[in-house]
């Protein structure tokens, strides 16, 4: 995968995250809420001012047009003429008020429309559904003494605004329409939408600063927080966070710096028990090597005597002869762990041969007649040779004693790495077993309390593997089990102090014991 295609993979899923981070979604909240309250009361006070806009403009204009009616009609005579009807809508339309009156009269059936602007105003332009209104008399009652009302519709024209109004004089009288323009009302409206526009713009830009300046109150707390908790995962226990105010993030504080400071205390603690662990087994391992001297002497003298002892007591003496040895391969194990742990095991790296290191490991030992050794010569790495040595000795001879001859032992060098396989010819190694077989004292079978090894070769062998840079897996194959040691060519820099054996990489490994 290319570069371009990682970076194209992965900037999706950055984006997602930050649009999934907190202060976004606050702010969209904020913003949501802002828009939500703006446009409602935007909306709510756009219409109402609509409204009574409107309904001034109209009450104004048909009382004018009624009173005006009323003043003008009185001065007309019986049938009338189209000159005078075309006088009344003149009359009737110059209250001041700028609208125009179109006066109808059945009874004029050749003057069909006076008008007081005959070229923009016409019958034509009345709605039929307000004619039908206006001509229908209303039945007389006590509560209406009127036949006839004065009704109004509002309608556009020519994509212009109108208020238009009809009444009918007298029951055998003309009708008069009026046309009142709402265009200055139209501009007042879009005028008062703009200015609520730019109210709900304002509300939600301020909203949004609002709400980064709240996110910002609150995350930098959880910021420092979240760095803190970074910080303590990175072992510096000592971290704290600075107490500010006694809100809800003032307290989560003060619960961090106590949860610090307790594991502060129980970290102190438990490297104060780990320490004292390692000084005992280091200092009983020290004290014990002063008398292993002495009795391994002993035991070498009744080793070479035991042929001329009583047969009764020459499986004693080369009991006592075996034990003291296993015990002395114990302590030196013992001395070589407490190395590991205290960060004191160091590299003496040499560039050597590979195939040259396990030969002469197979020969020291006289295994050359059980080990099929595919070597070959050429493949050269910096290691420590008495380290690696101690390596191969362990799993060969773990394949020796646990799985069987022929052991097999394959060398390839791969790109800056060289790989060693150890396979014998066993059973292999449980499924349950596998990954436990780099454990201290771990053995498959508990019911061999006194096997002839520790339990401590594996985890020694991983350990010298790990401070070259390198790691031991254990598998099976297809007969047996298969040890595989992975090391680099080039020496890897000195392993921190404490660097603890049998670490994260040991954990997921194997064991049989080794001598």
Partial sequence: MTDHQTTARRFPAIRWRSLRSLRVRLIAVFAAVALLAAVSASGIAYWLNRDAVLKRAQDTALNDFRVSLSRNVSELPLNASC?????LASNVASSGLSYDV???????????????????????????????????????????????????????????????????VVPNGPTAYMFKSLENERADLNTLGWSLAIATLLALIGSALLAQAASATVLRPVKRLGEAARRLGQGHLDTRLEVEGSDELADLARTFNRAAESLHEQVEELSAREAQSRRFVADMSHELRTP???????????????????????????????????????????????????????????????????????????WYDAV??????????????????????????????????????????TEGSVVVEV??????????VLPHVFDRFYKADRGRARSEGSGLGLSIAMANAQIHGGTITAANG???????????????????????LGGPAGDAAQDKDAT
């Avoid at 059936?109 to 004619?131: F, G, H």
């Avoid at 070479?304 to 040895?325: C, G, H, K």
């Avoid at 396979?423 to 349950?432: K, N, R, V, Y």
């Fill in 83 to 87: 000159p005078e009807l075309a006088t």
């Fill in 102 to 168: 179109v006066v109808v009269d059945p009874a004029h059936p050749e003057c069909p429309a006076a008008s007081s602007d005959p070229a923009r105003y016409t019958l034509a332009d009345v709605p039929a559904a307000l004619q039908s209104t206006v001509a229908k008399p209303r039945e007389v009652t006590e509560n209406n003494p009127y036949p006839y009302h004065l009704y109004w519709q509002r309608q556009n024209l020519e994509g212009r605004p109108f208020l238009i109004g009809g009444t009918k």
């Fill in 292 to 366: 292993l001297t002495a009795m391994t002497a002993v035991t070498d003298i009744l080793e070479d005597e035991a042929e001329s002892l009583d047969p009764m007591i020459e499986p004693a003496v080369r009991l006592v002869v075996s034990e003291t040895r296993r015990l002395s391969d114990l302590v030196e194990n013992l001395m070589e762990v407490t190395r590991f742990d205290a960060g004191t095991a160091r590299l003496v790296a040499d560039e050597v041969d590979i195939a040259d290191l396990i030969m002469s490991c197979i020969d020291g030992r006289a």
């Fill in 372 to 413: 099929e050794l595919d070597a070959p010569r050429g493949i050269l790495a910096v290691v420590d040779p008495r380290r690696l040595d101690v390596v191969f000795a362990n799993l060969i001879g773990n394949a020796l004693k646990h799985g069987g001859s022929p052991v097999r032992v394959r060398v390839r060098q």
């Fill in 423 to 432: 396979s014998d010819s066993g059973p292999g190694i449980p499924e349950d």
């Fill in 478 to 500: 297809e007969v047996g089990a298969v040890f595989t040691l992975t090391l680099p060519v080039a020496p890897p820099p000195p392993p921190s102090a404490g660097e603890a």
